[in-house]
């Protein structure tokens, strides 16, 4: 035991014990949510050991309309087995929320460690008329406008204040790519050149292709333990040293598209710039959002920005931000990182962002 | 018979009629529409909404004012559909924009007709085309979609 | 100047694939060919129905495949006055969870061929499924159950599956 | 280390099975206007902001707590949403507290609210999936098959039903803000309603409703400041409980669920809670069909197993029979329904009687109080437990 980092006064240290994710794959069409569900969780419990039995909280995160039937989650906790009767909830988020309520619920000490997890697949539906019921239902939602629609419009607002070009979106994708190359669960992964790249037509301009995520079908898990008992279970916890989320307006009209000021907020609030920072997993779906978030989190040049390949690589729909907490995690585990943060987001254009610090000791 | 490897799926429908209640906010603005013109709500500091809510968008605070806005407005940025989908307001290649109405200060989505990016640009000056009044209903699809002011950017 | 604009139309289709996973497949195969298809928990031995893949209580898969018998018992059971939306069935009529022997879980089916008045807990009941042409992958194989004569079930045997 | 926290500030709408004036915005807003300037405060004063429904199927907006952020003015804040089926709007209100209780926030919004007339409720809650049964039962269907359960268990007498029916439709007219106001209810009425699913009458279930119920809860020091500012004392928490059972597994008892009983255990032991019928002054619990009052009078405890009717039956949860433990003032879930804020009116029911600002429908010196939702199968509990005194 190597004791804990410095936290803000009167919090818990809680740590990231485990972590699994299922294969990120374009369309699982064999498996129902609990079969996707079952090898990843009893992979999180395996890698430390422990069983369902012996975590104090369930927390998971996912949301109904992925395959048009209401009350999913409840179905899913049959990947658990809830049974003697658990503490329990559920977010209608990504599961970097639901890892956030279970890090508020050992800030009180009465339990020591919780499961997280979330699901959702891409497959079943057509993801682009689905996330148009996240708009506003009298202006926006009737006009069906598809995400990647709605970040080309973010995409142009911020060439137009000439901070990037569409040569700089491809110059992420193609180092996410190419980061990619190294993470088994990547999804899409190559080593391409920036100029190849943007040989590629308009999906929407002004962006092409490669600054889209994929598509794709997915689950996670994660293991918080707090004190002791994180080192118990780990040899090198990844002690959330920060955690704060933010959201803006739904009216996409009334934000400045090319600032994301609720991660710069949440990051502040998280204590990002206390300290050096030696990696970020981020979750920019789009490639231009990445750039946003670096400038929105004051990310230095030498920061390694998503060595998984981000969500560029795999961005299975209501994971893909725990997951970014996940491989920070590992980094901080192997001792490749001591310091990293984790970024999730959620909504149309970055609405909503959530920022984790985590440190090793 | 070897149960493994049977593999069924099934087409699955949801669809539901939705009729929603607008409330005096909105339904002014879509009251608006129908009668061919474009409106705005005041909101905190005085700064002029549109579309409407019943609250301002960053604060929270109670809208006031009702107010008539444009109908002519500037892009403040723009993405361009080259295969529109099917549930897309236009089915030939158009420009997704935000447009700001003149008297407004934020910006409205809708979309216009352009067969290359390179017909529709940041700062450019646009105006709706409602669709004939007798099929307007008081909704967004009233506008059919925005054109350029004096034919160019 | 009409009247103000209060209400809006907003229709909604949205188009999915469903998905019913390997152990409801297993499930539905079995229905498929008239039978009823139970998976046993590796961990509490327990045979679930209607499986989705995993064990409720242990959270490991069920991997064993049990052919389950055709005939059951009545645990509880509701009569239905009411109409609505996707409801195909003349009114009133009986839904009753039915445990069918050899399994540990009940299920809600139809019950026809019996009055109304005489439905009760514990009536033995056999299912009736559809013409063999017409078998298919769901459980509208299964027509309904009706009474197959076998005296009452008594409380005690079926008292945990209500 | 738990901090304490109270309910310092509370709003609801009027539920109705229309609110055809309003847009979802503004429905909710009502609430949450009401709530934060109840508590003295404006949205400037409020740190996080936590929102709950069912599914997002009956008003058709997927996660619409993102369109909903301005008007919530959440703004800059952390917000969340938890959906927990007819449990969350107690899960919810419990989510909001351990914001307070952890020591992360002093002021935390949280709402929870449905617009089922933007639908029909009976939609969502019975989308037909691919390859099951054309037999679809609805909710009432599923849960008829228990209570004739409980019925058979109990020994209890047919009539117990249709006599808390009645009781909590007495309650709700003396609450202004209940959807169903029925002043000539009685046995005879409940009775000659149509038996909707045998043995449940249509008045013996719940209506659907519109309707949104705001908290706000704070820390030590804002109760303290809202007290000062408002003259409206706190409803201090003395407990929150939430625990989860699977649907349907083998020798299951949906009667009387483990889940349930754990959850009020855990609640009782925080809260010192002995003897919940003597112990608490009153109690707001999720009833949506009539004989759910039996059934959950024993599942927390209030008597032995299998006599939750006898309760019933005596008077003892009626305010207007002057029972010891009135169970539903408000006129509970089988006066409004709005079902996503559903759980949440409970537990704000029991903030505004240990406030003593229930009007007609107060219990007189009520001190402690229970609240409680439940959903899905009978499978997802939450419940709390507030108070006069600082715990």
Known sequence: ?361 | MADEGVHYSADHVLEYPYVRSVGPTVGAFLTGLRDGKVVGIRGTGGRVIVPPTEYDPDTGDETTDVVDVGPEGVVTSWSWVPRPRPKHPLQTPFAWILVRFDGADTSFLHVMPASGPDEVATGMRVRPEFAPEAERVGHVNDILHFVAVGGGA | MSEPVTMMAAPMRLDYVFTPGVAQGKNMHGLERGVFIGQRCPKCKKVYTLSRGSCPTDGVPTDEIVELSNTGTVTTYCVVNVPFAGQSIELPYICAQILLDGANLSFMGLIQEIPAGEIRMGLRVEAVWVPPDELGPTMASVKYFRPNGEPDAAFETYKEYL | MSERCAVIGIGQTVAKSKREDVSIAGLVREAVVMAVEDAGLTFADIDAVVVGKAPDMFEGVMMPELYLAGALGAVGKPMMRVHTAGSVGGSTAIVASHLVASGIHDRVLTVAFEKQSDSDAMWALSVPQPFSSPLLAGAGGYFAPIIRAYMHRSGAPRDVGMKVAVKDRLHALKNPYAHLHLPDISLQMVEDSIMLWDPLHYLESCPSSDGAAAMVIGSERAAAQAETDTGRRPAWIHGMAMRSEPTMFAGRDQVNPQAGRDCAADLYRQAGISDPRADFDMAEVYVPFSWYEPMWLENLGFCAEGDGWKLTEAGATSLIDGGDIPWNCSGGVLSSNPIGASGMLRFLETALQIRGEAGEHQVPDARRALGQAYGGGSQFFSMWVVAVDKP
């Open chain 1, 1 to 361: 035991m190597s004791g804990f980092p410095a936290l803000t006064s009167g919090h818990r240290p809680v740590g990231v014990v485990s972590f699994a994710q299922h294969d990120n794959v374009r369309r699982d069409g064999e498996h129902n949510d609990v079969e996707m569900l079952l090898p990843v969780i009893a992979e999180v419990f395996g890698n430390v050991g422990i069983t369902k039995d012996d975590v104090g909280f369930i927390c998971s995160g996912s949301t109904d309309y992925l395959v048009g039937g209401p009350f999913s989650f409840v179905g899913a906790l049959d990947a658990v087995g809830v049974w003697p009767p658990r503490a329990e909830s559920h977010v209608e988020m990504d599961g970097a929320w639901a890892l956030y309520e279970a890090w508020v619920l050992l800030q009180e000490g009465e339990i020591d460690s919780a499961l997280v997890y979330s699901f959702g697949r891409s497959s079943p539906g057509n993801l682009s008329e689905i996330l148009a019921l996240q708009l506003d239902p009298y202006y926006m939602a009737p006009l069906w406008p598809d995400p990647c629609s709605l970040a080309a419009l973010q995409a142009q607002a911020l060439i137009d204040t000439g901070r990037a070009s569409e040569a700089d979106f491809a110059a992420v994708a193609a180092r996410a790519r190419r980061s990619a190359l190294g993470n088994p669960k990547a999804q899409l992964a190559y080593d391409r050149s920036p100029e190849e790249l943007l040989r590629e037509d308009y999906e929407v301009a002004p962006l092409r292709r490669h600054a889209l995520p994929p598509l794709t079908d997915g689950c996670a898990a994660i293991v918080l333990a707090a004190g002791d008992r994180a080192y118990e279970l780990c040899e090198r916890p990844a002690f959330i040293t920060g955690i704060d989320h933010r959201v803006e307006t739904h009216a996409l009209g009334a934000r400045d598209l090319t600032r994301s000021a609720s991660t710069t907020l949440a990051g502040q609030k998280a204590g990002v710039g206390k300290a050096g920072v030696d990696v970020a997993e981020l979750h920019a779906p789009f490639a231009h959002q990445e750039l946003i978030l670096v400038d929105a989190l004051g990310l230095a040049d030498d920061v390694e920005v998503s060595p998984s390949g981000g969500a560029l690589a795999a961005n299975p729909i209501m994971s893909a931000g725990l997951i970014r907490i996940g491989e920070a995690s590992t980094r901080i585990w192997s001792g490749l990182a001591d310091r990293a943060v984790a970024h999730a987001t959620s909504g149309p254009c970055l609405q909503q962002n959530l920022v984790c610090v985590l440190e090793g000791v």
